[in-house]
């Protein structure tokens, strides 16, 4: 189990693997209008079995719910899919090496790539988006 006082360690684990975990932060952030730390929430989300001791996201609905306060879920959609009003994506973007997640603007824009300026991003395409809608 994590604990806060291992932040090295958590911050090495977003770095590496924790972009889908940082991208629906993001949005969470622009939802609520408030600031979320990402380590004590990975902490949080670890602790419900809704993120792995990777940084993998197991929940995504439940992610963003546990960040915002509200009811969430989650889908895939197609790279074509424009999201309908109320709902948030996360794009997927994919090269011969690498798969990435970036928080779109909703209009199938990057809005905050977790790393910057990923090579992930440069060098490759939308192969999929998670939307992210009120239940």
Known sequence: MFSIDHKQ?????????????????FLAERITGKKIDPLE?????????????????L????????????GFSARKEE????????????LVYSNEKYTHFVAGDGRGA???DPLGHSNTVATGRVSGKRIFYRV
């Open 9 to 25: 360690e958590l911050m090495k684990i977003l770095g590496e693997s924790g972009c889908y975990f940082l991208s629906i932060l």
């Open 59 to 70: 929940d995504a609905g439940k992610v963003m719910s546990t960040m915002t306060g509200l």
């Open 110 to 112: 990057v809005a905050c």
């Open 41 to 57: 929430m990975f902490i949080t989300c670890s602790e419900k079995g809704i993120v792995d001791k990777d940084g993998t996201v």
């Open 79 to 90: 790279t074509g899919y424009a999201p309908m009003t109320g709902e948030f994506e996360v």
